[in-house]
């Protein structure tokens, strides 16, 4: 069985780092990604991360140069570290897991985490 179980602060400052540990599946050969969804609103992809090395990194330009996704197959853990956070970043935050190479859109991913909220004060 399948499991992808973030973890995050919750209440957020400035700067902080999500996680994501998976089990159940072949890590290392699996692209990785964050995705977000605010109250009313999309869902939205906030990074992508290739298989492997992780050499390949997708961020849509609401969050380019504040956040940042790595990956440690050692670990089989994701991270998120979100920078210059602002009360727009405030959603439910999801990993999610899909069998390509490095996966853009969300039709590809087929494993998801539970969700994190992550609350930015103003």
């Known amino acids: 069985q399948v499991q992808l179980q973030e973890s995050g602060p919750g209440l957020v400052k400035p700067s902080q780092t999500l996680s994501c540990t998976a089990s159940?599946?072949?890590?290392?050969?699996?692209?990785m990604g964050w995705f977000r969804q605010a109250p009313g609103k999309e869902q939205e992809l906030v990074a992508a991360?290739?298989?492997?090395?992780?050499?390949?990194?997708y961020y849509p330009d609401s969050v380019k140069g504040r956040f940042t996704i790595s990956r440690d197959n050692a670990k089989n853990t994701v991270y998120l570290q979100m920078n210059s956070l602002k009360p727009e970043d405030t959603a439910v935050y999801y990993c999610?897991?899909?069998?390509?190479?490095?996966?853009?859109?969300?039709?590809?991913?087929?494993?998801w985490g539970q969700g994190t909220q992550v609350t930015v004060s103003s």
């Open positions: 991360i290739s298989d492997w090395t992780g050499t390949n990194t």
């Open positions: 999610a897991a899909s069998p390509a190479v490095i996966a853009i859109g969300r039709e590809l991913y087929n494993q």
């Open positions: 159940g599946l072949t890590f290392t050969r699996s692209a």
